[in-house]
């Protein structure tokens, strides 16, 4: 059976309108870390590598150890010096991101040196592909809510995650802001994305 994880792990799923607070379990991701805009040339390597990886690895998965499965949504960690950047301010210039698409428990760091070299040998070999690495993130408790509309809509939304509904029921804010695209933002216009939005917590001292 191919394995879909946005139908098996319950952190896929969210609900525009409401905040909820789930448990997200130690996942494994492969991520490339940049700075600046969405959209930029460093934005666009990443992805561009991220991919042809992604994919490189589904294909072994499959023929090698039998397991097949749904290559998962690419997503996203996103912080600043100054978080309001991402709410009142929005100034992308001043964005630290880590793209990611997330990879089976059962592949592992020589698995992904391997995809390394069949990408390599390829005609067309992405600009950052020696950036790509595969990490295990452990965020536990979250807050996570569907954003459905433009990235660029999500100021007011994340203003009142991080000001009202996190510290109104006893968190604060740990690790980094994280963003789940349901949607090919290449395909899709911008009013119909959907977008996971999650922030990690803690409970309040």
């Known amino acids: 059976m191919k394995v879909d994880f946005k139908k098996s792990l319950s952190c896929y799923k969210a609900t525009s309108g409401r905040f909820d607070v789930i448990e997200v379990p130690p996942l494994n991701y492969l991520m490339v870390d940049g700075e600046g805009a969405p959209g930029d040339t460093?934005?666009?390597d990443a992805i561009e590598a991220l991919y042809p990886m992604a994919y490189t690895l589904k294909f072994k998965s499959k023929v090698d150890l039998g397991r097949d499965y749904v290559v998962p949504p690419l997503e996203g960690l996103w912080w600043a010096d100054d978080m309001r950047s991402f709410t009142t301010d929005r100034n992308p210039s001043k964005w630290h991101w880590s793209m990611m698409i997330m990879l089976p428990d059962w592949l592992k760091d020589a698995d992904v040196e391997a995809a390394k070299g069949v990408v390599a040998?390829?005609?067309s070999v992405p600009t950052a592909l020696g950036r790509v690495d595969l990490r295990r993130l452990e965020?536990?408790?979250a807050f996570q809510t569907l954003h459905i509309g433009s990235f660029?809509?999500?100021?007011?939304?994340l203003e009142e995650l991080h000001n009202e509904v996190i510290p109104s029921r006893g968190f604060v804010m740990t690790q980094h802001h994280h963003e789940i695209y349901l949607s090919d933002f290449r395909r899709v216009t911008p009013e119909k994305l959907?977008?996971?939005l999650r922030q990690p917590v803690a409970p309040a001292a």
Not at 152 to 157: H, K, Q, S
């Open 42 to 44: 460093a934005h666009a």
């Open 121 to 123: 040998d390829k005609k």
């Open 139 to 141: 965020e536990g408790t």
């Open 152 to 157: 660029d809509d999500e100021g007011p939304v």
């Open 194 to 196: 959907r977008t996971i």
